[in-house]
């Protein structure tokens, strides 16, 4: 262990690490707090007057069904995105490691998808499956699928779901091939002479060495799916039809700078923040439990 | 009788690098065969071919007489130890000795009566809970060795198996291994640079240079009768002194057969004495360093513009700077020709 620093002077470690403790206070504590304030406060109809409610925001938030309604949305549509997200970018990482030729043009090919932005990245989609325009809904009804995400919900959120994992499949590859380089040759390699077929191998093997990417791949994307996946919903469905893609973020937003009950909203987000945190929370402590470092 | 034939094997990568340019080698059942060569030779590539890791480019490699060419690793039934062990890092000691077993569909009790049998042998049996990195470096290398024995294979691969060990516990695992091999008489086949532990191994002794084989032999055998100027310099600790003939005095290449360029004698096969004592029969020699190491001293000497290296036995009163008398018996004298075949 190297040995603890000790300044002799008493203000300038407080002096060299001010900067960053006020980028986070300004961006990130104030607005917090200010969310939690203004979650429990009530506007009048015309912004002129706010009073205080303690916690009757909350109140009618969790009684409403519209937020049930859209708590199970963001269920269906995070675990779907992260497991979607997740296993195509694993199969292409382990395709990827077999390639021997050309293996660098291959994997720059499959990151570019990163660098769309969400809401181009939901344009694209919008348009490729737009029941009249859509030159891929055009092909989905030339097989008899009743193909119209306008008014099918289920069908908006497979479209919601493909588009947003799209997008996270890139990164989720990078780390993925990176986990997979990370693997020593010689073990698969005994695992070959051990008697193992490839199918086993990954399995028992490539897999569970796999484990704290596939973790770390994990927290991240229910992030992704929770508050980053905004633009798409906005670009592809706006929350429709009906409610059928509205998730928590999608409707903070709806509530409070659309329909401008900023009360609702403000609770909408603490609550966001507390499922994140507790979901978080409890990946680190039960799933990392079984995960092998090194 | 598991024995292992190569039949003019070679490999060629797609980068056009020959390793391995035709080796043929014959390798009888309960034989240890030990491929020994400085880095490079192709010796590791030669393993990894015949346990089914890289493919063949042409030639023929067969186990018990059947042609392994175009079999996978796992149906060679074969075992290999690697350099670093490649112990699964997620499993239990148990479950990297029962790995192989599970794979190939054995019974449950007939594992766990192995693995533990194993286990004792290599008295291995207080760790099996234990996982990979909760383990010493010697104690990885008995797990690998066990997850080898475990599975009782026709032929056990050793690719340096020992170099990741301190010299103390690499002088142990040798002889431990070397017993082991002998009591399952298991054909095997190990790989390693250190000639020392090649010679001490070896049943038959194969050595390796740039893709082809230079000698096959019993150890001793290739030590007294080195067929190449390498062999000479490879085999033997310190190597076997090289005089061109050029530099050796008449009276010496008197004796030299038709065609000779090189002479060969081992370190103790050189007796000296003071430089008064300078004869027609003897080579001029000047002491430029001195190592005791205890039961010997090796003496670094300069003929001319040639080094050489010279035993003596224990303490020794030579100095630095001493000029010596070098005798050679004839008989001990290794001729070869210019491109560095022995002459007889």
């Known amino acids: 262990m190297t040995p603890r620093v000790v300044f002799p002077n008493k203000i300038l470690p407080y002096l060299l690490v001010a900067p960053q403790l006020a980028i986070t206070a300004i961006f990130f504590y104030w607005p917090a707090s200010q969310a939690l304030y203004q979650s429990m406060l009530r506007e009048d109809p015309f912004g002129l007057k706010s009073s205080f409610v303690w916690f009757a925001n909350f109140r009618k938030v969790l009684a409403d069904p519209n937020y049930l309604n859209s708590l199970k949305v963001t269920a269906i549509f995070s675990v779907s995105t992260a497991a979607v997200a997740m296993s195509v970018a694993l199969l292409l990482a382990v395709m990827a490691d077999k390639v021997v030729r050309s293996r660098g043009l291959y994997r720059t090919l499959l990151i570019w998808p990163y660098a769309v932005a969400p809401a181009i990245a939901g344009m694209l989609w919008l348009f490729l499956f737009n029941p009249s325009i859509g030159s891929l809904a055009y092909l989905l009804r030339a097989a008899g699928i009743a193909w119209d995400p306008l008014l099918n919900g289920t069908q908006a959120m497979v479209l919601v779901v493909a588009a947003a994992a799209w997008k996270q499949i890139s990164y989720n590859f990078l780390f993925f091939v990176a986990g997979l380089q990370a693997i020593p040759k010689t073990l698969i390699e005994a695992a070959a002479i051990d008697g193992a077929g490839e199918t086993k191998r990954f399995w028992t093997i490539v897999f569970p060495l796999l484990a704290p990417t596939t973790f770390f791949l994990l927290v991240v994307n229910t992030v992704y799916a929770f508050f980053d996946t905004f633009g798409i919903i906005h670009a592809v469905t706006g929350g429709g039809p009906g409610k059928a893609t509205e998730t928590l973020v999608y409707k903070v937003y709806n509530d409070g700078f659309v329909n401008l009950i900023l009360g609702d909203s403000a609770a909408q987000s603490v609550i966001l923040m507390v499922i994140v945190i507790a979901l978080t929370a409890v990946q680190f402590r039960y799933v990392e439990r079984k995960v092998h470092y090194g | 009788m598991a024995t292992v034939d190569l039949k003019d094997v070679r490999k060629t990568y797609p980068s056009g690098v020959e390793a391995v340019k035709g080796v043929s080698i014959a390798i009888h059942d309960k034989a240890l065969c030990v491929l020994v060569g400085p880095s490079g030779c192709g010796k590791s590539t030669l393993l990894r ?55 190939r569909g054995t019974p449950r009790d007939e594992i766990d009566r192995r693995v533990r049998a194993t286990a004792k042998t290599l008295e291995l049996d207080h760790l099996l809970k234990r996982q990979p990195r909760e383990l010493s470096g010697g104690q990885r290398q008995r797990v690998a060795m066990g997850r080898a024995i475990v599975r009782n294979p026709k032929v056990f691969l050793f690719d340096e198996p020992l170099s990741n060990l301190d010299a103390k516990l690499r002088g142990q695992m040798r002889v431990e291994i070397k017993n082991l091999q002998r009591a399952l ?52 600790a310190p190597p076997m002194n090289l005089l061109p003939v050029a530099a050796l005095p008449s009276s010496i290449t008197s004796a030299a057969p038709a065609g000779a360029a090189t002479l060969g004698f081992r370190p103790e096969d050189g007796t000296f004495s003071d430089h008064s004592e300078q004869s027609q029969l003897s080579l001029a020699a000047e002491v430029e360093g001195v190592e005791p190491v205890g039961a010997e001293s090796f003496l670094y000497c300069r003929h001319a513009d040639n080094r050489l290296i010279l035993r003596a036995s224990g303490r020794t009163t030579v100095e630095p700077g001493a000029r010596l008398a070098v005798t050679i018996a004839p008989e001990k004298m290794h001729w070869f020709d210019g491109e560095g075949k022995r002459l007889s």
């Open chain 2, 49 to 103: 071919m015949i346990a089914g890791l890289e493919a063949i480019t042409d030639g023929a490699i067969a186990i018990e007489g059947k042609v392994v060419n175009a079999i996978g690793p796992a149906e060679r039934d074969i075992a290999m130890v690697f350099q670093n062990y490649a112990l699964y890092p997620h499993m239990s000691v148990y479950d990297n000795m029962a790995y192989g077993l599970r794979n």
């Open chain 2, 185 to 236: 008489g298991v054909t095997s086949v190990y790989v390693t640079h250190d000639q020392l532990e090649a010679m001490t191994l070896a049943d038959v002794l194969v050595v390796m240079n740039a893709g082809v084989v230079e000698q096959i032999g019993a150890p001793l055998d290739v030590y007294e009768r080195p067929e190449t100027t390498f062999v000479a310099s490879f085999i033997g």
